[in-house]
C-alpha cells in the first residue's frame, strides 16, 4: 500500500463542499490522489512564479492565443483538482475561462514551483504531473534548491534543464524562451 493510499480518500463530492465552506473561501486548496491539499504561502516559490508569468505574460501581448493563469486559477485534471503557480490555456481550446470554481479543461501548459521540497510535496508533485501528461499538458517544474527545471511533455522523456539551459514554449508557446539563469537570478534577490 503506497503512502498515498494509507490516508483516508475523500470523494470529490466532499472535497467541492469543504471549499465551498465559507471558513476556506480566502483559501487554496487542490484535491490529489484524494487528498485534500492546502496551497502553502511562500514568498520565494511565488516571486519564482510571478517572474515566470511576467515573462508569459510579456510574450502573451505579441501573441494574443491564450489565459494566463496564477495559482488563484485552478483546474479540473483528470477527475483532480489543481492549482498551477502559472498556467496556459488556449483560446482555441477555451475562449473563455470559468468565471467560478475550478476552469473545467486543464491547461496547456502548468508550471509547478517546489519550495521547499520534501518527500510528501515530491509524492504529491509526481500523482499531479502523471495526472497532467495523461490530459496532454505540458508540464514545468521549477527546482530553485537545485536551480534546476524539469520540463513534461506527453509521451516523451523528462527533461532536466540547468543553469546554462533555456526553457522554451515548443509548440504551445512558440518562440518563447527563457533563460533558466534569469529565473535563479531573481529568485536570488530574496536572500540578498
Not at 480518500?9 to 484524494?34: K, S, Y
Not at 485534500?36 to 501573441?63: D, R, W
Not at 508540464?139 to 520540463?151: G, H, L
Not at 523528462?158 to 522554451?168: E, F, R, S, W, Y
Amino acid at each position: 500500500m503506497s503512502i498515498l493510499e494509507q490516508h483516508q480518500r475523500t470523494t470529490l463530492e466532499e472535497f467541492e463542499a469543504f471549499t465551498q465552506h465559507p471558513d476556506h473561501a480566502e483559501r487554496i486548496f487542490e484535491f490529489i490522489a484524494g487528498e485534500i491539499v492546502e496551497v502553502p504561502s511562500n514568498p520565494t516559490a511565488s516571486k519564482i512564479a510571478s517572474l515566470i508569468s511576467g515573462e508569459i505574460y510579456l510574450y502573451l501581448k505579441q501573441h494574443k492565443i491564450g489565459h494566463l493563469t496564477g495559482e488563484n486559477g485552478g483546474y479540473q485534471v483528470f477527475g483532480e483538482r489543481y492549482a498551477p503557480d502559472v498556467a496556459f490555456i488556449s483560446y482555441a481550446r477555451q475562449p473563455q475561462l470559468a468565471q467560478s470554481g475550478y476552469n473545467p479543461n486543464p491547461p496547456d501548459l502548468a508550471v509547478e514551483v517546489e519550495f521547499p521540497t520534501s518527500t510528501t510535496s515530491e509524492r504529491k508533485l509526481k500523482v499531479k504531473v502523471t495526472n497532467y501528461l495523461a490530459v496532454g499538458t505540458v508540464v514545468w517544474v521549477v527546482y530553485p534548491e537545485t536551480q534546476e527545471v524539469e520540463v513534461y511533455h506527453p509521451g516523451a522523456p523528462a527533461l532536466v534543464l540547468g543553469i546554462n539551459d533555456t526553457l522554451d514554449g515548443g509548440t504551445i508557446l512558440s518562440g518563447f524562451q527563457l533563460p533558466v539563469k534569469e529565473i535563479f537570478l531573481f529568485a536570488s534577490e530574496i536572500s540578498e
